[in-house]
Every structure is written in structure tokens, then in C-alpha cells.
Nanobody, 124 residues
Framework: QVQLVESGGGLVQAGGSLRLSCAAS????????MGWFRQAPGKEREFVAA????????YYGDSVKGRFTISRDNVKMTVYLTMNSLKPEDTAIYYC?????????????????WGQGTQVTVSS
């Protein structure tokens, strides 16, 4: 099992920045893909960003490209999501996800392990 704990959410004004963290523990050997998804009230959970932990590859959803950056610290087994130029439509619960798949994916079904989520609220 892999346990994921997110932190760093909060309330920010439009145009501001936040950095989310996701710390992984447990059976993390072999976890090659970690990602961030988000879910706004009344909407489906959508892909935000993903990263390979064993190769320099990152992937982003279209709505966050150029504003968000995903990064990792393999020693700490922590993944970060730096969010800049935040917009009110970025308001959602942000979830961290992890998988043993060999390459990061934008598909929810590829990730068996999920954190509890952290709330991000962007005011206009």
C-alpha cells in the first residue's frame, strides 16, 4: 500500500500563487508515476498534471499549461504542484495520486492510490 498526504491548499486571490505538496509513504519502491487531479463542486475529477519519478517527463492538462509546474523530490518521495496566475476556475479540491505504472498518465483509472485532498479556493 501507498499512503499519500497532501498539504499546502488555502485561500488565495486571483493572480496569486500556491504550492501544493504530496508526501508518499509505505510501499513506494516501484512507484514511477505520480499525478495531481482536481474536482470542483458538481464536476468530474479532472487531470491537472503528472510526472514520472524515474525519468524527466511531465504532463499537463490543457487548462493549466503554462501556469502550473509539477516537480518531485525522489529522496523525500514528495511531489509538488506550483500554481501561478491562479484563476477562480482553479477552485477545487486537489488530489494527489500514485501508481506503479511505468509512465505517468492522465487517466484516473491508472492510479490506485489517492490522498485525501486539499482545498484550493481562488477569490476574484
Amino acid at each position: 500500500q501507498v499512503q499519500l498526504v497532501e498539504s499546502g491548499g488555502g485561500l488565495v486571490q486571483a493572480g496569486g500563487s500556491l504550492r501544493l505538496s504530496c508526501a508518499a509513504s509505505g510501499r513506494t519502491v516501484g512507484v514511477h508515476a505520480m499525478g495531481w487531479f482536481r474536482q470542483a463542486p458538481g464536476k468530474e475529477r479532472e487531470f491537472v498534471a503528472a510526472i514520472n519519478t524515474n525519468a524527466p517527463r511531465t504532463y499537463y492538462g490543457d487548462s493549466v499549461k503554462g501556469r502550473f509546474t509539477i516537480s518531485r523530490d525522489n529522496v523525500k518521495m514528495t511531489v509538488y504542484l506550483t500554481m501561478n496566475s491562479l484563476k477562480p476556475e482553479d477552485t477545487a479540491i486537489y488530489y494527489c495520486a500514485a501508481s506503479y505504472i511505468s509512465s505517468a498518465s492522465n487517466r484516473r483509472s491508472e492510479y490506485p492510490y489517492w490522498g485525501q485532498g486539499t482545498q484550493v479556493t481562488v477569490s476574484s
